[in-house]
């Protein structure tokens, strides 16, 4: 009876431990396209392997409403959720609420894109790790270009024509609903990354720059904005202007547009299945300002970083070093086509079969532009949210583009009166 006694407790107490050693970890994941369902196969593999269980908080697809709400949870110290899916920009403007992961990721962290890498780090400390790269590509339609017998645009110029001449050969046939060029344009930061890409093609820098030095207010700025102005209602949809990423998606992939400016996740469900332009989609460099112009895609991507406030810091750093493994990042790619930040990647046989056009994106990348996050520090999300305000004033035609960028400049530059910091 004793030995029945001690079996029973030692088996209590076994459950206990495990009980006790098995948590559950709290992490915000996007569901902009497959984000969602790609990032539960993950934490889901994860947790089989721990013995741990994941909870996945669903969050706005909108950046700047999903940086509020991280903003308001980590402002009242809350634990609601351990890891934060946060984008390359917010690494100073949530840094101080985030845990520091040098030691953890040490070993790791020089295989992934250097670039990456400087978005991931406050003052030399590694405050998040790389998951995934973006930059703005074109996406356009091979088989229309064929028919309208026209090249993929290298310019600005060259595009306009093009979707015109697309747009109305296509509405002559019937299509009344069909329109050139489709992007984001709704004021929020998606409209700061495809603003940035116009100026910075017109060599027109990047609103701030690596000095700290307010440069928006100067002819080519105003001229990359006025030609933006100008697809508004006539080869872009009035509606753009409230268009995010899956707006100006859906336009597309319903085969209603020539062109669009968009993130490599829509790659993969532009191929998928049920896309009604399945195979007949190409992607390129989001064309020059003009013959000395350059090609120029913002930099964006998605970073994994732990809360400070996290009751499962050491499961939730786990966590962020699973799903961010090139065994991860590998599936990834090849099943929702997320760009790797591990470096290697970029040249493995799966992925390229998978993705032929992700082995051409390490130069798109090296090269991207980089919004003023580091330079402005906590700051960026003011300096952002000016920034896209008076774009929209313009690209709405409440604003002139010299009169808007003197009104922003002199806007930053007050943000910037005691400093970005």
Avoid at 140 to 167: F, G, H, M, N, S
């Amino acid at each position: 009876m004793s030995r029945l006694i001690a079996s029973f407790a030692a088996a209590a107490g076994l459950l206990a431990s495990t009980s006790a050693w098995a948590v559950e970890i709290s992490i915000s994941c996007s569901a902009l396209g497959k984000e969602y369902e790609i990032c539960k196969q993950g934490t889901d593999a994860w947790a089989q392997k721990t013995g741990h269980t994941v909870k996945i908080v669903s969050t706005p697809n909108s950046a700047t409403e999903r940086l509020a709400l991280y903003q308001q949870l980590l402002a009242a110290g809350a634990g609601d959720i351990d890891v934060f899916q946060i984008d390359v920009v917010w690494t100073g403007t949530l840094g101080n609420h985030l845990l520091d992961l040098t030691s953890k990721a040490q070993g790791a962290i020089g295989d992934h894109l250097p670039a990456m890498v400087e978005t991931s780090r406050i003052e030399g400390k590694l405050m998040a790790v790389p998951w995934f790269a973006d930059a703005g590509l074109l996406y356009y339609r091979k088989d229309l270009l064929d028919k309208y017998k026209r090249p993929v645009p290298q310019t600005w110029a060259d595009l306009t024509e093009t979707a015109r001449l697309i747009q109305e050969g296509e509405r002559k046939e019937g299509r009344n609903d069909f329109w050139g060029y489709t992007w984001q344009g709704r004021a929020y930061e998606g409209l700061t990354t495809n603003a940035l890409e116009w100026i910075a093609s017109y060599n027109g820098g990047t609103i701030v720059d690596e000095k700290g030095d307010v440069t928006i207010e100067n002819p080519k700025a105003a001229e990359a904005l006025k030609t933006a102005a100008g697809w508004v209602g006539t080869v872009t949809p009035e509606g753009v202007l409230n268009y995010t990423e899956e707006e100006a998606r859906g336009v597309f992939q319903a085969g209603n547009a020539a062109f669009m400016r968009n993130w490599p996740y829509a790659w993969a469900l532009a191929q998928g299945a049920d896309s009604t332009i399945k195979d007949k989609v190409g992607i390129a460099p989001l064309p020059k300002g003009g013959a000395d112009g350059r090609h120029a895609g913002t930099l964006g991507g998605q970073l994994l970083a732990v809360s400070k406030y996290s009751k499962n810091a050491e499961a939730a750093t786990d966590l962020v070093l699973y799903l961010t493994g090139e065994a991860e990042q590998k599936r990834r790619a090849v099943e929702g086509a997320f760009n790797p930040t591990i470096v290697s990647l970029y040249s493995d046989a799966d992925i390229a079969k998978a993705n032929p056009f992700i082995g051409d994106l390490v130069d798109v990348f090296s090269n991207a532009v980089a919004r003023p996050a580091t330079v402005t520090g906590q700051n960026y999300n003011k300096v952002s949210t000016e920034f896209f305000n008076a774009v929209h004033q313009v690209l709405s035609k409440r604003s002139e583009p010299a009169q808007a960028l003197n009104r922003l400049d002199r806007d930053l530059k007050r943000i910037k009166r005691n400093g970005w910091q």
